[in-house]
């Protein structure tokens, strides 16, 4: 069931704070927000949107930081600040012309779960609670902010056979 899913996504949607990063959050004496996301994250989300597959961003917070990252990968879709992250899914299927099926979503709390409820194919990162993963059609191996991200950009690239030819383009 989750691999049919998988096939038909068009679209992933990520959570940053403890999906994108491991959750930590470094202030320095001048109240400078850092934030550290990992690269092989970046690289699975670089393939998936080379493969035609779009990757867009709802969180919670709003960061500086977040749209360096975010120009860096070429993300261009950015929703931040969202306090109920479900309530954007309207826009965000009529801006990129998709159905909920075609959508994947990879959070990692409580406030992920109503989204979850709504997107074709939901994804909890190893680290995230309980009733979270509970709720996921797909937990990750491995945890926010540590190759969950990139774990799922595969799977959907193998899902849809490109994998291989991926791979090939490095040998």
Known sequence: MVL???????????????????????????NVETKVFN???????????????????????????????CNNLGIDQIFDGVDNKASVLNRILEK??????????????LPDIPLFKKVGLSIAVADAPEAVRENADMVTSAEGGKGAVRE???AILKAKGLWEQILESFL
Do not use: W
Not at 43 to 63: C, F, Y
Not at 96 to 109: C, N, S, V, Y
């Open 4 to 30: 049919d899913k998988l096939k038909q996504i068009k679209l992933l949607l990520l959570d940053v704070d403890g999906v994108l990063t491991d959750g930590g959050i470094i202030y320095n004496d001048n």
């Open 39 to 69: 690269v092989k994250d970046g690289l699975g989300i670089k393939l998936l949107m080379k493969a035609g597959i779009n990757a867009a961003i709802v969180t919670g917070r709003t960061s500086k930081t977040l749209y360096h990252r």
């Open 96 to 109: 990129a012309d998709l159905t909920p099926e075609k959508i994947a979503f990879i959070g990692d709390d």
């Open 152 to 154: 799922v950009c595969e």
